[in-house]
């Protein structure tokens, strides 16, 4: 019996050590972890909470961006290392010697894996909006009243600006995750299209990330002004058959401002 809790206990403690070993050393948990504090140090706490409730969501919600980066980082490392031109393409290093330590250079492929991962994560840390700054923005555009009533329950509701950060956060994190598996693709189908559309550099993945999150949180946010608009004018058309047909201010402004 003491036997057998033994075994268990040592493949227990052996199964994180693996895990990090085949995203050359990184953890896609620790690298969140990292991304949220940077986000809590650069929207200030009270922004944070609004928008992620608590740190450990805020962890959950960007370990499975953090892992694209990872994966990422581990295709690009493993194309290089076999790559027979990488030394005369960086300055007569090999790929041992450019990326590792000591003479053999046996850490060179996690050194990559872990630059590359860093560097695109911290490109994706940059690159993600204010969600407080967006909504203040909104707002204004809007006119306070209908920014009310599309993110509160009325044209009075104190909250709102709380409630469009926290929609922000998660759209955005949404707009990641979608952005990273659309970049995988990218990476997948080719490598050299993928350089020359993004760059040689270390966090070529993470700037792929971010111009494809971005244009979409763009995109969305528009669509959000533009419908708020058409609901304006329909329910002054006619309050009666704006309640019927919607309800709610803020349901004609979701399903208006849908965008593919």
């Known amino acids: 019996m003491k036997r057998i809790l033994v075994l268990a206990l040592l493949a227990f403690a052996v199964a994180p050590v693996a895990a990090l070993a085949a995203g050359g050393g990184q953890s896609a948990t620790t690298n969140a972890s990292a991304s949220c504090a940077a986000l809590k140090s650069k929207e200030g706490a009270a922004t944070f909470l609004q928008a992620y409730t608590s740190f450990g969501r805020c962890v959950s919600a960007l370990t499975s961006v953090e892992q694209q980066n990872i994966v990422a980082a581990n295709t690009a490392c493993t194309a290089e290392q076999s790559d027979a031109t990488f030394a005369a393409n960086h300055g007569g290093k090999t790929f041992a010697q450019f990326y590792g330590t000591g003479k053999s250079g046996k850490d060179a492929f996690n050194k990559c894996v872990s630059t590359k991962t860093q560097a695109s994560s911290k490109t994706e840390q940059s690159a993600r909006p204010n969600p407080a700054r967006t909504c203040r923005s909104l707002r204004t555009t809007l006119t306070p009243t209908v920014f009310a009533l599309t993110y509160g329950k009325s044209a009075n509701d104190r909250n709102a600006h709380g409630k469009c950060v926290s929609a922000m956060a998660k759209a955005q994190t949404q707009n990641e995750n979608s952005a990273s598996i659309a970049c995988r693709t990218e990476q ?58 919607y309800g709610t201010f803020k349901h004609c402004v979701s399903l208006l401002a849908k965008t593919p």
């Open 188 to 245: 997948t189908a080719s490598l050299t299209t993928f350089a020359s559309t993004y760059g040689s550099t270390a966090d070529a993945y993470g700037k792929c990330v971010s111009t494809k999150a971005s244009a979409k949180s763009q995109a969305q946010q528009q669509a959000t002004v533009a419908a708020g608009k058409m609901c304006v004018t329909e329910r002054n058309a006619g309050v009666a058959a704006f309640n019927t047909k």
